[in-house]
């Protein structure tokens, strides 16, 4: 296969929330002409396809992105020529969860939080997505609050009565981060933790890597490598942090981190998307304008993923075998000091793309009419 031709499998899942306003905890900076509800947020994330070919899915995020028919919104998404990704549960915006949701020492909060995920579900029918994600806010601030074992107990106990509650096609996939909200002890603070869990829950179940959430210097290609090799890589949040999870642009902060992961998935044949991996963003644009945000994150993942596919594996194999350090490691670094960006503006203009997504959006005055139309766009994602 060309390089060309793995390039053209791939596919990488843009987050709704990405497109609304969003900040930090100091302040949400209003943008002009941000979608006032999901159907904008769904128009704009087809403008990143539109103009990179490549992001063909939106991940909701539930309650976020609420609407009374969501077989309407997945008619909308396809008449706009994207479908519906995964649907994100929310465990971290009401107040009965302060002390826990999935995990909470009450049987009652964890009977709603459960609940929620069944709503979630419906949801997934309605619009054909097949990926439950869940992300728990829950863990402890103090030692001694509560028990740590306990809580892994509860945890299983919720998450096997929403693993029984899926359709045969679909998939649970499981986020881990290991601290924040909770600073003394998160529920599921590592990929071995969600791991534990798929693994009791079934061949439906993966784990979620989200970049941004490990702490510094961790070797996250390793941990890809682990879960590829486990077959329970379910998909990444992509995103670039410099402290903590900071939720910037993918590839913006250490794009060789990003090439070296993506080494990875090539390595093991993991980029066509029958592999299961899910591509996908976790972002969020506070000061930089959204939608060429979005296609700047999408051509870096390219990016990192062309450099990657131009390793010579075969040569590498033949340096790591004779013990060639030296020669080895050359190859690696040949391949990510290529300037792949020619390659990129090739396969777009092969897909009767043009071979700048961002000038071409920028020319096509989409942003200005957005503008002009929505009035008063209205806080999605963290300020909803
Ligand atoms: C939590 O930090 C997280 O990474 C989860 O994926 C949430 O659903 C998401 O952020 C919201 O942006
Ligand atoms: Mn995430
Ligand atoms: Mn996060």
């Known amino acids: 296969m060309t390089i060309h031709d793995a390039l053209r499998q791939q596919t990488i899942e843009l987050p709704s929330w990405a497109f609304g306003n969003s900040g930090t ?194 070797n996250i290609e390793f941990i890809v490598a682990q879960l590829l090799r486990a077959g329970r890589l379910g998909a990444f949040d992509f995103n670039s942090r410099f402290y903590a999870d900071d939720d910037l642009m993918v590839g913006s902060a250490d794009p060789f981190q990003l090439f070296r992961i993506m080494h990875e998935i090539v390595q093991s044949g993991a980029l066509a998307p029958s592999s299961g991996v899910n591509f996908m963003l976790d972002q969020c644009h506070n000061i930089e304008p959204k939608i060429p945000g979005q296609i700047r994150s999408v051509m870096n993942v390219q990016e990192a993923t062309a450099k990657a596919l131009l390793v010579d594996a075969e040569a590498l194999l033949a340096a790591q075998t004779a013990g060639d350090v030296l020669g080895a490691n050359g190859l690696v670094m040949d391949a990510y000091n290529t300037d792949v960006r020619p390659l990129l503006a090739d396969l777009r203009e092969s897909q009767g793309l043009d071979p700048d997504p961002i000038g071409a959006y920028k020319a096509s005055g989409y942003a200005e009419k957005i503008v002009a139309e929505r009035v008063g766009g209205t806080q999605a994602g963290w300020g909803a």
């Not at 049987?107 to 097949?130: E, F, N, P, W, Y």
Request: one cysteine or more; a negative charge.
């Open 25 to 218: 905890r100091f302040k949400v900076f209003a943008q002009q002409g941000v979608p006032r509800d999901p159907y904008e947020k769904i128009a704009d994330a087809a403008q990143v396809h539109r103009y990179t070919g490549v992001a063909p899915r939106v991940s909701l995020h539930i309650p976020w992105d609420l609407v009374d028919d969501y077989d309407d919104l997945a008619r909308h998404a396809k008449e706009h020529g994207v479908s519906i990704g995964a649907i994100n549960s929310n465990l971290f915006q009401d107040d009965d969860y302060m002390l826990g949701s999935l995990t909470h020492p009450s049987a009652s909060v964890r009977a709603k939080a459960v609940a929620h995920h069944l709503q979630c579900i419906d949801v997934m029918r309605a619009t054909g997505s097949t990926d439950l994600k869940l992300w728990l806010p829950d863990g402890l601030n103090y030692p001694g609050q509560d028990s740590l074992r306990a809580r892994q107990d509860r945890l299983a106990d919720s998450l096997a009565e929403i693993y029984a509650a899926l359709d045969p096609n679909h998939r649970l996939i499981l986020e881990y981060k290991f601290f924040e909200p909770a600073f003394y002890a998160m529920d599921i603070p590592d990929w071995g933790t969600s791991l534990l869990h798929c693994l009791a829950l079934g061949d439906r179940a993966f784990v979620v890597l989200d970049t941004g959430h490990h702490a510094p210097g961790t």
